[in-house]
T-cell receptor, first 115, second 119 residues
């Protein structure tokens, strides 16, 4: 079964600093991987997705993620944090059980951006 | 509307009450999912519809949970005899593509969720 593990439930960075949110996956087949962002009291919004094309995926709001098969990782990065990036971030893997397109989410990482 | 709409946004129920949560997916979206998000956790899959057919209900935690999508558009998640452990945010998501499309997965669009608190 496919799964993802997010390391660090809380990450704090200064405004303008590098953002690095970690995600490792476990999958017996080539995975489809996703990063979602959730602002308070809102639903999840897709940041980016990896679907076996380019290993470096660029998303919205300046975020990008790199698929590294050798490390089974799909870490999310942003060169310069902005106050508006404060939110919870979820890594997810598409699972093939039940016909596909079902997502299994990590436990989330709360990003705090400080002045 | 342009997005996935869920109602009510907030629901407080007494233990033992029945509740019904509604999801209006994006018009024309074939696939519809329900997820449960407990406090401090990631969303967990409950059930999946393709049009009106419920193809996967493996995530429903008990037989008190029931979902339907009779006309292939609006869906209702019903929880009978609510318990405190049912307190969570219930998220609905829809997708244009068929689930069994083994190509690139269709993007899931999530609603804002219905927050259920069981006292």
């Amino acid at each position: 079964a496919q799964s993802v593990t997010q390391l660090g439930s809380h990450v704090s960075v200064s405004e303008g600093a590098l953002v690095l949110l970690r995600c490792n996956y476990s999958s017996s087949v080539p995975p489809y991987l996703f990063w979602y962002v959730q602002y308070p009291n809102q639903g999840l919004q897709l940041l980016l997705k990896y679907t076996s094309a380019a290993t470096l995926v660029k998303g919205i709001n300046g975020f990008e993620a790199e698929f590294k098969k050798s490390e089974t990782s799909f870490h999310l990065t942003k060169p310069s944090a902005h106050m508006s990036d404060a939110a919870e971030y979820f890594c997810a893997v598409r699972t093939l059980e039940g016909g596909g397109n079902k997502l299994t989410f990590g436990t989330g990482t709360q990003l705090k951006v400080e002045l | 509307g342009a997005g996935v709409s869920q109602s009510p946004r907030y629901k407080v129920a007494k233990r033992g009450q029945d509740v019904a949560l509604r999801c209006d997916p994006i018009s024309g979206h074939v696939s519809l999912f329900w997820y449960q998000q407990a406090l401090g956790q990631g969303p967990e899959f409950l059930t999946y519809f393709q049009n009106e057919a419920q193809l996967d209900k493996s995530g429903l935690p008990s037989d008190r949970f029931f979902a339907e999508r009779p006309e292939g558009s609006v869906s209702t998640l019903k929880i009978q005899r609510t318990q405190q452990e049912d307190s969570a945010v219930y998220l609905c998501a829809s997708s244009l593509k068929f689930s069994r499309d083994r190509g690139r997965p269709g993007e899931l669009f999530f609603g804002e969720g219905s927050r259920l608190t069981v006292l």
